[in-house]
């Protein structure tokens, strides 16, 4: 119907040709390992240098406080098990719409004797207050509650909530989070953040790369032993093409980040305006979101449904989390949110980028339109059980 239109940001970004410059050289003729003592290492390490400066200055942190990892799932299970691994089974606490890299590691570490707190939010998906006071009464040995949710779009008050837990240890998953609101590792570690997760490919960077940003004093037991790169915490050869990638990606995030904003923010006002016209509902939308997140359902049409129809017509959207992408039932961060389970089945979410246009959201709603219509007359109804 239209030219191919990719409106699934949250799940991964294409890769900036500037990022892609910058890593072909170390997938040809530069190819040294970083701890090797010749220059063909050295020229490795000085690479490797360079992106952790650019990683780190674009949240705010210092060099030595970037641990390169695989993803922000691998960086994620470094705080939650890592710092398990350093204390004898206590009570840990993480939000209950978190992603599943917090919280099925947290759910490993419940069968394992350790006793796991989800912390409540509202019908917009923020933390609930009273229940945090009531998990922080309770000193927990680790808290992680995300900076903004790759489903809603939710952000929550990090520097607030770490400073209501005054000396837990408080890790944020900031993925969805970078390039699109202010990160100030700096700020948030003097409210209570001691470690916070980012990544490459959400901002126009290459897969395959991501960041555990940790405070100097965190005792953390690594995940993979071995040669004792990243500072004894991450063994394992550095993948230099992707973390230069990284590096360059953070450091045009950075720079492009409040334009950006500002127009991936007028954009989803553009379409929820339209999205208001066809009777759909958009979750969390009393809660401040990420400029470019839209989850919204239209009543008595199934979601899945809607994505494959969708996909066919050129339009590229997701159901809900792309790491959640072969479970079916409705979205557990949804229906943590209290939102009914018949219109959780119909959610639907669109994640811009900056290169999406006005033209595309209003040929997106006009699609959109005529499937709710042909849908209804077939009775393609939500999930209603």
Known sequence: MFAPVYFDHNATTPLDPAVRAAMLPWLGERFGNASARHEYGRDAKRALDVARAQVAAAVGAEADEVVFVSGGSEANNLFIKGLAGRMPPALLAVGATEHPSILRPAAQLARQGWQLRRITVDGDGRIDREDWRDVVSRRPVLVSVMSANNETGVVQDIAALAAAAAGIPFHTDAVQALGRIALDFRSLNVAGVRAMTISAHKIGGPQGAAALIRDRRLDLEPLIAGGGQEG?????????????????????????????????QALRLRLEAALGGLGATIFAAGAERLPNTCYFALPGIDGETLVARLDRAGFAVASGSACSSTESGPSPTLLAMGIEPSLAQGALRVSLGGANSARQIDDFVFALKTMALNLRRLGAVAYSG
């Open 232 to 264: 004894g915490l991450r063994s394992g050869t550095e993948n230099i093409a992707a973390i230069v990638g990284f590096g360059v990606a953070c450091e045009l995030a950075a720079a492009r980040r409040v334009e950006t904003a500002a127009h991936l």
